[in-house]
């Protein structure tokens, strides 16, 4: 039976910036364990060994100071090494710090209302929101979202607007304005060929 070749993974990056690093870390991690899972290692230290490889130089170096992170012929010795690089990577945060930022979260010029949604569950998941999820992530796209027009409807709705309905709207005013964007295109390149074609019988 032929064998499928596993594409390898890059290297952690433990130099960039600083203020980002847990959230590299939480990414490449993810990455790491589709792997993992995908190649069909089980056993606890070759899971801790493939780890080691493909973070490379730098995250080895980390991982043999951090005191009690390097265990051997223990079943749970790869879930040990990637509490201890959590620690180092992702330290205690404050969840006040991290509303303060969901709060500054806004939609920029040209992003999509999906992408702005998705940084928006991002951070909140760092929050610890003692109230539905569902709901700040509805308030804060009333007041950040780039689209008036979603703001009036999402208004309009008042109390039983939930985030499925509004993700919906979202996608359909995008549709909307990109097809009049390219309609208003064609419209102005239409217009454009009369007017030549108009002068050139004129100049003759």
């Not at 620690?87 to 404050?94: A, H, L, N, V």
């Not at 929101?129 to 007041?143: G, K, R, W, Y």
Request: one cysteine or more; charged letters at 25%; a neutral charge.
């Amino acid at each position: 039976m032929a064998t499928v070749s596993m594409p390898s993974l890059e290297n952690f990056n433990c130099d960039g910036d600083p203020s980002s690093v847990g959230l590299r870390w939480q990414k490449w991690k993810r990455a790491l364990q589709i792997y993992l899972d995908a190649a069909g290692i089980e056993n606890s230290d070759k899971r801790k060994a493939v780890l080691l490889h493909f973070g490379g130089i730098g995250l080895q170096e980390i991982f043999n100071n951090l005191p009690g992170a390097d265990v051997t012929d223990n079943e749970n010795s790869y879930d040990i090494a990637i509490e201890k690089l959590d620690d180092y990577f992702t330290p205690r945060q404050s969840k006040a710090y991290e509303r303060h930022l969901f709060r500054l979260l806004k939609q920029e010029n040209g992003e999509k209302f999906e992408k702005f949604l998705i940084r928006l569950r991002h951070q909140a998941a760092k929050c610890q929101f003692s109230t539905s999820l569902e709901e700040q992530l509805v308030d804060q796209i009333t007041e950040k979202c780039l689209s008036t027009d979603q703001r009036k409807k999402i208004l309009t709705m008042g109390d039983t607007a939930n985030l499925n309905t509004i993700i919906a709207e979202a996608n359909s005013l995008e549709t909307v304005e990109r097809q009049m964007s390219e309609f208003n295109e064609k419209s102005l390149a239409s217009t454009s060929g009369i007017i030549n074609a108009v002068a050139t019988r004129k100049n003759k």
